[in-house]
């Protein structure tokens, strides 16, 4: 017989449906508030679930009440609530992604407190303590269910709404991790009235990425609204957050591949020098703070290459000096940034694909990058930025 | 404003399809054998499929020739594949699944040798080895492409098709892990002809638990072909790997829950008591063997519990002896057997669902076990494997 006849095949097909509810509320842990208990479904014989709370140091800092808070809250549910011990603290920023002990620290408390496929890590935190949390949930047991918190701007409009979690491995961001929506996040804006001046503008630069790439009118909102931004205004902020999450989720939905089998990765704009400059800095850049570099650098090289006028390059440079965001950075100038792009196209594998604008809300895919004019792009965005800093308060907002 | 007033959602929901062959074959690595060149599908700009090979110590023992194989498959085929350095090695059996170093192997060489998420795993192998390279291609930038060769009954019939990865940590058995669907399944019925004995049949188990459960006509033909497996018949036994198989593809894709959300877990049949036998073995027990065990075990509770006929229960522990599998192990008087049920119930999460049968052919699933006469079980099947043993030789296969 044959090796052809010989062989035959069963196929395995199936199809799956997802769903999450992202939440936007104001103080998520008065007892009165409805929408976490309603988060937390459970299907146990008893109708309780059980919750493991993952919380970010940096928040405790500034909430030193929120684990007797939680507590509180939970007790005031208690038939649908039920608290597995006191939180899991993991140490606020990129720390908590940096080292695998942090993932540990809740993969042993999912051991020790029994926690199985049907109760609930609690993640509440910044975008980094978010996704080792949701790491370990998604993990444990082939995932337990998670529900997220996320206290940034970052991590409400963008790192803490979509399907991915992870870890950075072997010096590159998030190597380690998985594709595994959440049960529910619940954005409580609270958390980010105690923000770091540094956390609430560095989590804006998302937003304008968004709007740079899909929608012209939010980016003309954005600029109308930067000032008040700057000025802390939590009104102002709300609008921000909310549609920059709306056109996150309108992503993740409605472009036919969520767990990102294909090459593209169009949100991607201006992260492949991102990633690396945060890297390169030791991460004393944020993650926001990067972006807005990486943005800034892509639209200069847009400019370069003929694909953007300027007169909407120099309306992306005014938003993120509106909004009190560098343009530049001093790893701009290590020639191991350009490395960064074979990692990033590692990453996503196969073809290199990035994503630049050819006008204010039009995004556009290239899959060539020429390294000299990315070189050019770095010296003209610095000589813009310091003639921008030069002209400080006189510029337009 | 009220609290109530405030809160709002935004809603994401989606759909996935997914989709795999399990191919069944005879010398996959013959250069005129077009399955696996076929199952590697790339979607570089080249067209190349780069390939991680990870291969099962225990395999190259038998098949020391497997590596230069492979490497002149790939080169015969070099227009499609390449291969991405010489295969990682990992221990045969349970060992690859126990210390996570091993994962850790097949990440270091995921990023070594830059394996992105449109490479390829090929893990080649008994369950274990499949089961902890596939691990590892789920975690690596969250998800690279597997494609797995289980080489073992058991992997061919059961756990190298489905669409779990896993470890073993904290003492348990798969605590770590993902559902993560391969790209593609090639079954090299050319690996069985070197199984040891024990492993041959050990693997057989599943192939009498999905018919128990599912199918009483493959049951029968089970009992007729047994004298034929127990003899290394390659026919028979393909008859048994392919209908096995088949069955349980169709559960998979067929029972709405592929992810295994819900508590039920029809197809882990006898597994409760399976995994802590493992264990508490020292994996002494391979893990079929363990399930026959297993199985006759919650068989003689069904019997006690009036659920089965005594000729059923008569036919199921005759059909394991006829394949040459034992009934007992000295570790079911091990009094850590019965705490078994609970870790079984947290790997589930909420209700204990644990699947019995009424009959041949015809699982039901219970949410209470009475600890009392799962003892009395225990020793209704020691005293009925004594009889078997006694009489072994005239009992009908």
């Known amino acids: 017989m044959s090796t052809a006849a010989r062989a035959t095949r069963l196929d395995a097909a199936f199809s799956l449906d997802y769903g999450y509810a992202v939440h936007f509320t104001r103080d998520a842990f008065d007892p009165a508030n409805p929408v976490l208990v309603e988060a937390l479904r459970a299907d146990a014989a008893d109708g309780v679930a059980r919750v493991l709370p993952v919380v970010d140091s940096g928040l405790l800092e500034h909430h030193p009440d929120l684990p007797a808070r939680l507590a509180a809250y939970a007790a005031h549910h208690a038939d649908r609530i039920a608290l597995a011990g006191e939180p899991v603290v993991l140490p606020g920023g990129e720390a908590s992604k940096q080292d695998p002990r942090h993932v540990e620290e809740v993969l042993d408390a999912i051991n020790d407190r029994a926690i199985d496929r049907h109760a609930y890590v609690l993640a509440i935190g910044g975008g980094a303590v978010v996704d080792a949390a949701g790491y370990a949930a998604g993990i444990a047991h082939r995932g337990v269910r998670l529900v997220r918190m996320p206290s940034t701007v970052l991590g409400q409009n963008d790192a803490g709404i979509g399907v991915k979690n992870g870890i950075n491995a072997y010096g590159k961001k998030n190597f380690l991790g998985t594709f595994a929506p959440p049960v529910a996040v619940v954005n409580d804006e609270r958390f980010l009235t105690t923000l770091s001046d540094e956390d609430w503008r560095s989590g804006t630069s998302e937003a304008v990425k968004v709007a740079l790439l899909k929608d012209p009118a939010f980016f003309a909102e954005l600029e109308r609204i930067a000032p008040a931004i700057a000025a802390r205004d939590l009104e102002a902020m709300g609008v921000l957050v909310r549609r920059c999450a709306e056109l996150h989720i309108e992503h993740i939905t409605g472009n036919g591949d969520p767990f990102e089998l294909g090459s593209a990765r169009p949100l991607d704009f201006g992260h492949w020098s991102a990633h690396k400059l945060e890297q390169l800095s030791h991460l004393r850049l944020r993650h926001g703070e990067a972006v807005a570099i990486g943005i800034a650098l892509d639209s200069t090289y847009a400019l370069l290459d003929g694909m953007l006028a300027d007169d909407d390059w120099r309306r992306v440079l005014a938003l993120f000096q509106a909004l009190g965001l560098d343009l530049v950075a001093p790893e701009l100038e290590d020639p191991a940034l350009l490395a960064g792009l074979q990692e990033f196209r590692e990453h996503l594998g196969g ?47």
């Open 351 to 397: 073809l290199l694909t990035v994503t630049l604008i050819d006008a204010i809300g039009s995004g556009v895919e290239v899959h060539e990058i020429d390294l000299g004019m990315m070189g050019q792009a770095i010296t003209r965005l610095q000589a813009a930025s310091a003639e921008l800093d030069a002209t400080r308060g006189t510029a337009k907002g």
